[in-house]
């Protein structure tokens, strides 16, 4: 198994920037594919940037495009979502997620999930 820990969230002025990180231990990290997905109340979660296994190519929603960016470290077991110039709409419980080998990143595809890390940003 492979357990996933989500950090770096918190209380930001719009137009500010947050980097979360999201720790795994408990398989090769390289091996993973890679995503950050999103949950703001009431609402369903979705998708916002991943990172594939191989190539590290990246993807993002078109919501985030500019203003986030994703990247990993595998040699130390994480991956990071960069995000400036936030937005209120940003407001969300962060997640990520990954999978063992490739991707095509449907939420519901995911086999591990880390437990959220909140991110409020404030008009």
């Known amino acids: 198994q492979v357990q996933l820990v989500e950090s770096g969230g918190g209380l930001v002025q719009a137009g500010g920037s947050l980097r979360l990180s999201c720790a795994a231990s408990?398989?090769?990290?390289?091996?993973?594919?890679v995503g950050w997905f999103r949950q703001a109340p009431g609402s369903e979660r979705e998708f916002v940037a991943t990172?594939?296994?191989?190539?590290?190519?990246?993807n993002y929603a078109e919501s985030v495009k500019g203003r986030f960016t994703i990247s990993r470290d595998n040699a130390k077991n994480a991956v990071y979502l960069q995000m400036n110039s936030l937005k209120p709409e940003d407001t969300a419980n962060y997640y990520c997620?990954?999978?063992?080998?490739?991707?095509?990143?449907?939420?519901?595809?995911?086999?591990?999930w880390g437990q959220g890390t909140q991110v409020t940003v404030s008009s």
């Open positions: 997620a990954a999978r063992t080998g490739s991707w095509g990143f449907p939420p519901q595809e995911a086999h591990y």
């Open positions: 408990g398989r090769t990290f390289s091996s993973l594919s």
């Open positions: 990172i594939t296994r191989l190539t590290g190519s990246r």
